[in-house]
Structure formats: C-alpha cells, structure tokens
C-alpha cells in the first residue's frame, strides 16, 4: 500500500510537471518568441484555458501526499520553508500577470506584467529543479526527522550542513529550466500557426540542445551526490527501462522537432520528462527525503499515513482521478487545435 | 507561546483572512451567476446574458485573486504547522486533497470554459459550464468547512502508539455533525456578499443614472437573494451554529459573550467592553435572559461563565473574540433590516425612486466581507488555545525547526504581496464596474452558430 501511495503521488507530480511545465516553458519563451502584442495574446490564449487547471496538480499533489505520507509533508515543507513560500509567491505574481494583463489596454501596463510573466516562469522552473535535487542530494535530518535548510552555505553538495542552493542544486536547477522551456516552446509550436510557429520550433531545438549538456552533467552528479541510486539500480536492473524510456523521448523529441511535426515532438517531451522523473524516483525508493548522514531518513515505511487511512484513500482518490481525467480530456479537446487571433477576443 | 508559533499564528491568520474575502464573493456571485444563466435561457430576454458577461468579467478577476491567494494555505499546513500536519495529517489530509480531487479539478476546467467558451460551444454548454462552476465553488466550500469542522470537534480518530492520530472512521469525518450548521452558515454568508455587492453596484449605477435596465435587474436580484441569505442566516444556521457552541464549546460561548460568572437566565450583551482582568463587563447594555433561552430553550436555563472553567483553557484573545462575535451579530442584524426594508420598498413599487435606500444599499456594500471575516475570527479565535479542540494545543502544532526571524521574513512579504494584490484587485474591479455591462460584442455570432454542444444535443 505504501509503495502503491509512492506510485500515485510520484504520478502526480509528474503530471504536474508535463502540464504545467509547458505553461511555464511558455512563459520562459513568450517575451523571445512574440514579436508583437498580438503573437503574445496568441501565447497566452494557447494557455489560458488550461494553465490554472494544470496548476491544480500541485495543489492535488500535495494534499495526496500530505494524507499518504503526514511526517514526510510536515518535515520537507517546513525545512524548505524558505524556497517554498518563495514557489508560492512566484506562483501568486505569475498567476496574476496570466490573467491581469489584458484588462487594460495601456503599453506600460502590459510590459509590466509580461516582464513578471517572464520572471516568474524562470525562476519557478529553477527553483523546481533545485527542489528536486534537494531531495535526490538529502537533507540534514534530525532524530525527530525534521530538519530547516538556509538558502545558501557553501554551495558544496557533500557538505555537512549543505545549503538549499549549492553546484548540484543550481545545474538541476538549470537542467528543468532548459527542459521545460524546450517543452513549452514545442507546445506553443503545437498551438500556432506561421511565422510564430516557426520561431517556437527553433527556439525548442536550440533548449533541446542546451539540454543535452545539462541532462549528461546533471545525471553524471546524481549518481556521484546521491549513492542509493546507484544501489537501486544496480540491485533492481530492470529499472533501467525509466532511463531507457527518457532517452527514448529525448531523441524522438529532437527528430520530430528537425521533421517539423510538432505535436509528436510535443509528446516526445512528455515521455522525457516522465521517463526523468521516474528515474528519480527509482533511483530513491525506498527512500522518500534521505538524510545525508543516512541514519534518520525518511522511507516509505515511516513517514506513512495509517493502513486505513491509505485505504479509504484510494477509493476516493481513484474516483477523483477519474473524474479528473474526464475534465482534463474534455477541456483539451474542446480547446483542441490552432489558435487564431480571433480566438484571442475572448479573454486575453 | 513563543514567538515563531505567534508569528506563525499571525501569518495565517492574515494570508487566510485576506483570501476569505474573494471565495466568499465569489462563491456568492456564482449562485448568482447561475441564476442568471437560468433566467436567460428560460426568458430569453437578452439583458439577462448580457448581465451574466459582464458578472463573469468580475468573477473572472476575483476568482484568480482567490485562486492565487489560496495556495498558500493549504502548503502552510506543512511549512508553518509541521507538528500539528504531522499529528493530524492522517485525517485533516482527507478532506484537504479530496478539495483538490473533487473540486478544484471541476472549477478550473468548467471556468476555462464559462470564461472562454460562450461564443465556441453555445448556450446550453454555457449555462451547464455556469453550474459546474457553482457546484465546484461550493464542493470546495464544503472540504474546506469539513476540514475546520474536524478542528473544531474531532471525530472518528485513534491514537496510534506513536502518540500521532490515525483515521478510525472515514464516514465519521467526512459527515462530521459539527459540517451542516457550519455549512449553512458559510454558504449563506457568502451569497449575502454576493448579493449585497450585485445589489450595491446596481444602487451606484441609478445613483449615477447610468444603464438604469441593468441596475434596476441589479438591484432587485441582490435584495431579494439577499433577504432570503441574511434571514437564513440567522435562522435555521446561526441558530444551529449557536446551538452546537453551547454543547461542545461552552467556554468558546461564555467568551463570545464575556460571560465571566455562571448565570441563570443569562442576558444577550448588545454593547459593552469586556474587561477580563476584573472579570466585568463595562458599560454593558444587556437584554436579560435571552441568552439563556437561546442556547437552551428555557428563559431561566443556567449558562456556565468563564470562571466555571480554567483559566488554562479560556482563549487567549477574549476580547478579540467578543468584539469579532459581536460585530458579525450586529451586522447580521443590520443585513436582514436593510434587505427587509428595500425588498418591501420593490414591493410598494417606491425602491427606485427613494435615492437614500439607494445610498443604503451602495454603503452596505463592504460590510459583508466585515461580517464574514469576524465570524470567521469567532470561530477560530473560539478554538483557542487549542489547534484540534481537545487533543492538540496551537503552541505544541507550529513547525519547531523555522524560527522566528525566518516566520517574520515570509510574514512581511506577505503583507507587501497583499498590499500589491489589493491594489490591482481594487484598480480593476473599479475599472470594470466603471465600463459598466454595456454591450461591448456588438459583432456577435449570430446564434445558428452554435457549437458542439448544441450540435450533440
């Protein structure tokens, strides 16, 4: 039950991230691949209708989690206390720069929010990349299994008392923006058509690129910071399939961008970032925050709910997802296709 | 308690208190929201939908601001309150990821849709899109007020050998008794903001003498879902919220009232300053035994006073909490009086001619929001000193390892962050109201073009 929960809640996170993560992309992208105000209004009407509800997988995903596993919710939000109300403010301001922006028509106004827009987009898809390298590096957990990490100290990711920030950190930090703008812009590209669309394929293959670098760097320094995945995989080889499935996507990703077929290219990086994240969580399991000394870390065992409790849990959280999903494939579908600038009077 | 649990204690009272003042009116002009989309298709009369637009373009505003203001409080529960997630989270984290499950999902799907879809998909996926809307805001209302309900009167739990909570009874919680009054009373306080906000702006504008169609429906919306709100406010929800206070909580009671000895035929207090030191009321002005029949049907019941307890258990802000009481009673009464009074003038057919009920009911516009806010205060100030009432005190349920300073830092820029918020909210809101619901999509689509909604249908 307990490892079924780990499933759920890392299929959450993941669907969070494929979803909102290209709306963030977009966000990263918009001020570089719109030229005017109305190839901006074209980016924002492409996510308008979605984005909040892509965000709501957070908000699912953490209330899953806080149910499943109470110690680990209670010990990771409050030692990365300062980071995640910072994640809360950048999603406050972005937010509101999305739906704000276009109910005054005055070029100040618009150049504010499309700024903050930018900002906030980036330094969300930094700072998620650090938080996930945070809990890939471990923490510097207590005999209660509580801990509270600084901002910065060393940047030094072997040190006793390491930083939220620190060289491991700050590249998989930058490994999730190059990511998922290159998800992002190849969702634009999906939604636009003409010069836009061409732009948005570029600057994907460009990340696509850069991601490369970050991708072997940053895979390099996991296994070096992070021992247990190495033991994991080794003691579990057939878990070689979740790399296997990212690298996979990476490359299709890359092919179908150069053959233009932007909706395949688009599915590509989903399949890359699921296939990077499954490989994390892999790499983790059993462990769900480790201690970098090892000895208090938490696992799916003792940072769990109770067996009833994860039992009714389920029942209800199957029939919430399948509601979900419901409203997911008919809110897609019904936004289904190309944008055009006459979409755009509605909203945005 | 020490100063990073205070500091905490003061974050969240802030960061919830300043988004309670969008879900309340939003929730509220949803219901509103719904009926005009139900009035439109049955009447058809034009001026119906035309209303409904421009109320999506408020909602639309005030939705986001609710939206955004309320993640931070669901991750709270783990940055602010570890121990206490911890302790509980095996129960509370129930019904706060079924809101996200159940609720949210459903909200932001159906909004997209009211917000972007009228012209693509047609009318009856518009009107349907406006009830999923209304019922998605109003489920959330519900885990929500399931979630505080189990704080407030703990239910279907064990304690494991860890000393933490385990879930017994999942039935238990999800239909908690403490839920339905509470409810009620949250849900209708919601729609009385609603409606005095929709009743106001209507007022302003035959004020102003502008679009006199829209303001006249405005108006006469607002009244009559608001008497309807305020009376129900009171009575049967008040009642029964009162009722169960007295049952489960009686210091919350004697506090609520500054009740400090035990009385028999104890009196409802209309003003008065409580003076806890002393153990008085000063300057009071007291309607004797109602408070007795109202809590337990009898004129001469006895009602037990703060000093019947102790001290150690009494909330720690007892004025606050009278005060907070006290307003929201006050204004409730002055709700059902101003409601009351205009829905009698529509009756005699004199409301649109009378300016100064016009005045009324533009000036009352903020006092819901006051209202609400200070019942909310009542009850969670009531709470105190205990986080889940019995089981857990607030100074044992804050995070230990996030200090003070670091509480302060976040709390400060939440107040810069609202401060911001705030502004843009009240710039736009004014802006819009300004525009007014003048027809601003003279091309429309002539209505065959209907979508695939209808074309399924």
Sequence with gaps: M?????????????????????????????????????????????????????????IAAAGTLFFSFPLLYASSLSGFYLPLIMVLWLLMLRGISIELRSRLDNPVWLAF????????????????????????????LDSNHYFFEALWTDFNPFSSNPGILDWYTILIGLLALTTLTAHGATYIAVKTTGELNARSRLIARWFWLATIVFAASGTIASFAVQPQISASFFSRPWGFIFPIIALGGFIAMGYFNFKQLDLPSFFASCTFISGMLASAAFGLFPLV?????????????????????????????????????????FTYRLFWGKISVADTKEGY | MDTSTLFSRSQFAFTISFHYLFPQFTMGLALLLLILKSLYLWRKNEIYNSSARFWAKILAISFIMGVVTGIPLEFQFGTNWARFSAYAGDIIAQTVAMEGAFAFFLESAFLGIFLFGEQAFGQKMHWFSSLMVWLGTWASGGFIIASNAWMQHPVGYTVASDGRLHISNY???????????????????????????????????????????????????????????????????????????????????????????????????????????????????????????????????????????????????????????????????????????????????????????????LLAMPFPFIA????????????????????????????????AGNVLFTLIGFAGMYLLLGLFYIVLIVYEALQGPVEQMTKEEPPEAEGLADQLA
């Design chain 1, 2 to 58: 307990q490892t079924l929960w780990f499933i759920l809640v890392g299929f959450m996170i993941t669907m969070y991230v494929v979803l909102d993560g290209f709306d963030l992309g977009a966000g990263v992208i918009h001020l570089f691949a719109a030229k005017n105000d109305v190839e901006r209004r074209l980016i924002l009407r492409a996510i308008g209708p979605v984005w909040d509800g892509n965000e709501v997988w957070i």
């Design chain 1, 113 to 140: 929010w499309d700024g903050l827009f930018f900002l906030g987009s980036a330094l969300l898809a930094i700072f998620y990349g650090a938080a996930m390298a945070n809990v890939i590096r471990g923490v510097p």
């Design chain 1, 289 to 329: 925050l480790p201690d970098i000394k090892s000895t208090y870390s938490l696992t799916i065992q003792n940072a769990s709910g109770s067996q009833y409790g994860q039992t009714v849990g389920l029942v209800w959280w199957i029939l919430g997802m399948i509601l979900a999903i419901v409203y997911f494939i």
């Design chain 2, 171 to 361: 039935w238990a919680v999800l239909f908690n008794s403490w839920i339905i009054p509470q409810y009620m009373h949250t849900m209708s306080g919601a729609v009385i903001t609603g409606s005095f906000v929709m009743a106001g702006l209507g007022a302003y504008y035959l004020l102003a003498k502008q679009h006199i169609d829209y303001a006249q429906l405005f108006v006469k919306m607002g009244i009559i879902v608001g008497l309807i709100a305020s009376l129900f406010q009171l009575y049967p929800s008040g009642d029964l919220e009162g009722l169960q206070v007295t049952t489960y909580q009686p210091i919350k009671l004697a506090a609520m009232e500054a009740l400090f000895k035990t009385e028999k035929g104890a009196g409802i207090v209309i003003i008065g300053q409580p003076n806890v030191a002393q153990g008085r009321l000063d300057n009071p002005i007291i309607v004797p035994n109602v408070l007795s029949f109202l809590t337990y049907r009898r004129w001469t019941a006895k009602v037990k006073g703060l000093y019947a307890f102790p001290a150690n258990q009494w909330p720690d802000s007892i004025e606050l909490l009278y005060y907070s009481y006290h307003i929201m009673v006050g204004l409730g009464t002055f709700f059902i009086a101003i409601m009351a009074l205009a829905c009698f003038l529509l009756w005699r057919r004199k409301l649109f001619q009378f300016r100064w009920m016009q005045w009324i009911l």
């Design chain 2, 372 to 403: 609400n806010t200070a019942g909310w205060f009542t009850t969670e100030l009531g709470r105190q000193p205990w986080i889940v009432f019995g089981l857990l005190h607030t100074a044992q349920g804050s995070s230990a390892t996030v200090s």
